[in-house]
């Protein structure tokens, strides 16, 4: 199933969707069952404030994962849970105006999130390393230090290896 049949699947709870490229025959299924806002709808809207009401169990995004069938699906996740997770994120670390944290972790899971929406709240700088970089420790080490970093998220086996 397409990204278009896993938002149809998730109807009840998305209420706009905003085509960010143009619409394809896909999308117009979408205009049937929900509200859908086409490209050439927002860029011509002016550049005034919008005024939207979102509410914490509102959706957020819907991430894809194979997890552990193999087979893709999205899972829809509300502003409540990404709020929790970022308010924790400054609890427990403590970002100040000015740090750097590195956007490493690709769009589609669910981390990014935070690497992307954490520093732009507390105004700390997303910087955004190149795909696949990553997985080279020197480049990665060069690359810390070089963008005087001051945050990272690794998984522990990532971790373990790039300390080694």
Known sequence: ???????????GTVKTVVCLDSMS???KVLSEQLNVIADTQWRKHPHDPMAITVSPSDAMLVLYT????????????NHRGYMNRIAWHQKQFQLQAGDNVAQKTAFTFD?????????????????????????????FSQWLQKEC????????????????
């Open 1 to 11: 199933m397409d990204r278009v049949g896993q938002v149809c699947r998730h109807a």
């Open 25 to 27: 025959s896909k999308h």
């Open 66 to 77: 194979s997890g552990s069938t193999g087979k893709p699906k999205g899972v829809l996740l």
């Open 111 to 139: 981390i990014s999130v935070w690497e992307l929406f954490w520093p732009i709240m507390y105004g700390g700088t997303v910087c955004t390393l190149e795909k696949d970089k990553g997985t080279n420790p020197w480049f």
């Open 149 to 164: 970093i001051n945050y990272v998220h690794f998984v522990p086996s990532m971790f373990g290896e790039f300390v080694h």
